[in-house]
């Protein structure tokens, strides 16, 4: 339920439409839930599961600023507010 609200929020709020989800389990004791949002440059890296390292690694290299951590604290804040809500 958690994670079907969490989506609706991304596609209610962000606008986000295409997510890749991840679960990670490397121990007995806990597990990961990765959501990893497409936005559309990231086109040009293709639509694949291999196509996430190479993401994440321009990201790291050309998105690693304050301006971009500030508008990821405030979309933060719009789905965490949406999540409140209901």
Do not use: T
């Not at 991304?10 to 490397?26: A, G, P, S, T, W």
């Not at 291999?50 to 998105?63: D, F, L, Q």
């Not at 508008?71 to 789905?79: D, H």
């Amino acid at each position: 339920m958690l994670l079907c609200k969490l989506r609706q929020g991304m596609r209610d709020v962000l606008k986000i439409r295409h997510v890749y989800i991840f679960q990670n389990e490397d121990s007995k004791h806990y597990f990961h839930l990765w959501v990893f949002p497409r936005h559309k440059w990231m086109n040009r890296f293709g639509r694949k599961i291999e196509s996430v390292r190479p993401i994440i690694e321009y990201a790291k290299e050309n998105m690693a600023n304050e301006g971009v951590f500030k508008q990821v604290r405030a979309w933060v804040g719009r789905v965490r507010g949406f999540m409140d809500q209901r």
